[in-house]
Nanobody, 123 residues
C-alpha cells in the first residue's frame, strides 16, 4: 500500500506562486502514474494534472493549462505541482494520488490518495 503525503499549501495572494510536493512511502511509486486533483468547498473533486511513471506523458486540466506544471523525481519518490499566476478560483484542497497504467485523468482510476493540502488564494 502506497502512502502519500502532500505539503506546500498555504495562503497566497492572487498572481503569486506555490510549489506543492507529494512524498510517497514506497519506491513502487516510480511504477505508477501520479496525479493531482483539487476540491473546492461545495464542489466536486477536479482533475488538475497527471504525469506518467517516466514523465514522458503529461496532461493538465483546462483550468490550469499554461499556469501549472507537474513533475516528479522517482529517485526521491516525490512529485511536484508548480503553480503560477494563481487566482482566487484556485482555492481548494489539493490531493495527490497514484494510479496504475501509463496515464490517468479520471478520479476513479486512482487507488491511493494523500490527505490533501490547503491552498488559499486571496484577491
Amino acid at each position: 500500500q502506497v502512502q502519500l503525503v502532500e505539503s506546500g499549501g498555504r495562503l497566497v495572494q492572487a498572481g503569486g506562486s506555490l510549489r506543492l510536493s507529494c512524498v510517497a512511502s514506497d519506491r513502487t511509486f516510480s511504477a505508477y502514474t501520479m496525479g493531482w486533483f483539487r476540491q473546492a468547498p461545495g464542489k466536486e473533486r477536479e482533475f488538475v494534472a497527471s504525469i506518467s511513471w517516466s514523465g514522458s506523458v503529461i496532461y493538465y486540466g483546462d483550468s490550469v493549462k499554461g499556469r501549472f506544471t507537474i513533475s516528479r523525481d522517482n529517485a526521491k519518490t516525490e512529485a511536484y505541482l508548480q503553480m503560477n499566476s494563481l487566482k482566487p478560483d484556485d482555492t481548494a484542497v489539493y490531493y495527490c494520488a497514484v494510479a496504475p497504467g501509463i496515464i490517468a485523468t479520471m478520479e476513479s482510476e486512482y487507488g491511493y490518495w494523500g490527505q490533501g493540502t490547503q491552498v488559499t488564494v486571496s484577491s
